[in-house]
């Protein structure tokens, strides 16, 4: 059974980058027509999707983040990482990564981090 | 980009009843519609993709619909643990959109 775990500070200082990784295990990220995806819901809110990479590199971003967002992949430690830049109170949040293949939903998802940006 | 316009934001029924959440689409995505339910502290869990398909596992009184850009989650009879907030998804494009959430309560 695949699953997804997220790991990374709880805490970052605004201004700062945040630095998330997702390990997945029970299947590779390279495995063809899977993609791979950052969602995140500030307290109390909303699913608000931020990117996804697609197990060939091709990343796509959410335009309203997209100027201090990169996902990224290390196909040898089966992991991919999510950099949001510039951080502001508003980006806390709980940050998920999930799976979806091609046609289909986010059935994967890891079980969530919360971020806090605060000094 | 593509909206999505979810309805109501929040609903209360009783045990037994028939449930209906509706999702609109700004413009036309096909089939590609996925419905979530979350529980409170859980990650979201796809209930629903291609607008009518159940995931496995899924209860079968969980159905979904579809007319033009117009989608429906229905609970034929609503059981105490489907008490849960609902989320549609688009994934026709680019950006990938959420709906607002319905937090459905029992009544």
């Known amino acids: 059974q695949l699953q997804l775990q997220e790991s990374g500070p709880g805490l970052v200082k605004p201004s700062e980058t945040l630095s998330l990784t997702c390990t997945v295990s029970g299947g590779s990220i390279s495995s063809s027509g899977y993609y791979w995806g950052w969602v995140r819901q500030p307290p109390g809110k909303g699913l608000e999707w931020i990117g996804t990479?697609?197990?060939?590199?091709?990343?796509f971003y959410n335009p309203s983040l997209k100027s201090r967002v990169t996902i990224s992949a290390d196909m040898s430690k089966n992991q991919f990482s999510l950099k949001l830049r510039s951080l502001t109170a508003a980006d806390t949040a709980l940050y998920y990564c999930?799976?979806?293949?091609?046609?289909?939903?986010?059935?994967?998802w890891g079980q969530g981090t919360l971020v806090t940006v605060s000094s | 980009d593509i909206q999505m316009t979810q309805s109501p934001s929040s609903l209360s029924a009783s045990v037994g009843d028939r449930v209906t959440i509706t999702c609109r689409a700004s413009q036309g995505i096909s089939s590609w519609l996925a419905w979530y339910q979350q529980k409170p502290g859980k990650a979201p869990k796809s209930l629903i993709f291609a607008a009518t398909t159940l995931q496995s596992g899924v209860p079968s009184r969980f159905s979904g619909s579809a007319s033009g850009t117009d989608f429906t989650l229905t609970i034929s009879s609503l059981q105490p643990e489907d008490v849960a907030t609902y989320y549609c998804q688009q994934y026709n494009s680019y950006p990938l959109a959420f709906g607002g959430g319905t937090k459905l309560e029992i009544k």
């Open positions: 990479i697609y197990y060939s590199g091709t990343t």
């Open positions: 999930a799976k979806r293949e091609y046609g289909r939903s986010f059935e994967f």
